[in-house]
Nanobody, 119 residues
Framework: QVQLVESGGGVVQPGGSLRLSCAAS????????VGWFRQALGKQRELVAA???????NYADSVKGRFTISRDDARNTMYLQMNNLKPEDTAIYYC?????????????WGQGTQVTVSS
């Protein structure tokens, strides 16, 4: 059974920091591309950051220099360190894993965690 379980969301003041975690199970995590997406109220879901098993990490322009994605393949866990948070970062954050197959990749999603940046 595939599971992605997120933790670490909450309410923080502008300029503050949060660290999101996502524990994965039920699929080969180490060969999967992992990523974080977010969806603000009334907006489409957007990519925040993505990290393949090897190679370059991709960040949305809006979070470059403030957010850092990382992964621990030994623990099947991905992280998103968010610093210097802004009100516009307020959204539900979802972790994602793309499992490669001989056909199209399989996408797995976490349940989402709310991040609210407000004074």
């Amino acid at each position: 059974q595939v599971q992605l379980v997120e933790s670490g969301g909450g309410v923080v003041q502008p300029g503050g920091s949060l660290r999101l975690s996502c524990a994965a199970s039920g699929f080969p995590f180490s060969i999967s591309t992992v990523g974080w997406f977010r969806q603000a109220l009334g907006k489409q879901r957007e990519l925040v950051a993505a990290q393949p098993p090897t190679g370059s990490i991709n960040y949305a322009d809006s979070v470059k220099g403030r957010f850092t994605i990382s992964r621990d393949d030994a623990r099947n866990t991905m992280y998103l360190q968010m610093n210097n948070l802004k009100p516009e970062d307020t959204a539900i954050y979802y972790c994602n894993a793309q499992r490669p197959t001989i056909y199209s990749p399989l996408n797995y999603w976490g349940q989402g965690t709310q991040v609210t940046v407000s004074s």
